[in-house]
DNA sequence: GGTTTTGTTGATTGACGAGTCAATTAACGA
DNA sequence: TCGTTAATTGACTCGTCAATCAACAAAACC
């Protein structure tokens, strides 16, 4: 019963089953048909949709990121000054929707998939600079020349923060390691230009 | 031609063989036969040894774990006071044995391993935990009762840093990482108590 | 009304992989 | 010297999986 038109809700549908998948599994170990079976298709259609698994994978990553970038984007618009602009990036990467099994097991295997292809690691270097340079841009009217060495250690402590958060033992607790960095933020910005 | 006491030698080349062979892979995705074959043996025989592939993987990140530690442990032994016991610390994940490419791609599978294997996530909490009141303990005099706040901070900027300058495109510059770690430790103890 | 395009799948192919096992070789101990 | 034990492997089982293909269905087009 084809209906037509079905190619962007087979393939939107094919992401988010690939994200559910990867997150179940807690690994990229995952099969075609397996992603194919939960998105409610026969894998021979995610093949011709996709061409091949690897593929799949990438736009489940470009996915994945691009909820991510727009989530910053989100939480900057609401953002008047520079200090409050830095605590959206800040609490939008701590956000609970980061904290979700499937996103969590997404970022963890695509750190992993970016040793692998190159394609991989080009995205995310590409998201990572841009985050680097919202913070970089935001930090500059409140530390001066120091502003892109202090992006980056704030970006590092994010990402730090969160890893330790999602392999810790307890519950993840966004909060608190949100606290961390604007405490350590405050501390920069006491330091002066 | 059996010779005996083969047991520890066939274990040891084992687990060398699986950290080159997810080296070169870049993933948890190689087979028992690679690295039996590459440490000189049949596959049959790494099942002898150890029994499945699982138990591979966790003695092999048992040894990676085990070698850090190491490392941390011995710079330690030549630091004499707490601001140079921190810095030792902080030095010893930014060695240039970190940044070998099997050492990397032992690091980031293993946190995919975490998410899969209670094991595994019990082996990282443990160097986790280590790690934080290794450097708790030597902040203590500088920064007082923050110290335990502290350490968290800069534990996970260690892994943070480690973590962008692995995926980043440039190659991996350990220095610039250590620097920014110990900037921030010289933010937090000029802080005072 | 017939042909092209789009959607869809079951069946198949060709390959690989984890784990088992029976059988072989050699050292060891009594 | 002979049975026991450790070391070792080739061959095999049973399963899986990515990718392909032939074929069918329905809409659109002319």
Redesign the interface.
Known sequence: MPKLGMEPIRRAALVKATIDEIGA?????VTVSQIAKRAGMSSALAHHYFGGKEQIFLAAMRHTLAVYAAEVRGALAMASDPFERIEAIVRAGFGSSNFRREV??AW??F??L???STEA?RL??TY?KRLHSNLAYNLRPLVGGRAD?VA??I??????????EV???RTANGNA?AA?VL??IE??IG?GQ
Chains 1, 2 share one sequence.
């Open positions: 599994a807690g690994s990229l170990d969590i097991a963890l295997n750190y992993v970016a040793q692998q690691r995310l270097n990572q060495s980056e250690r970006g590092g402590l994010i990402d730090g923060l969160y890893l330790r392999l810790g033992d390691a961390h405490a350590v501390l920069e330091q």
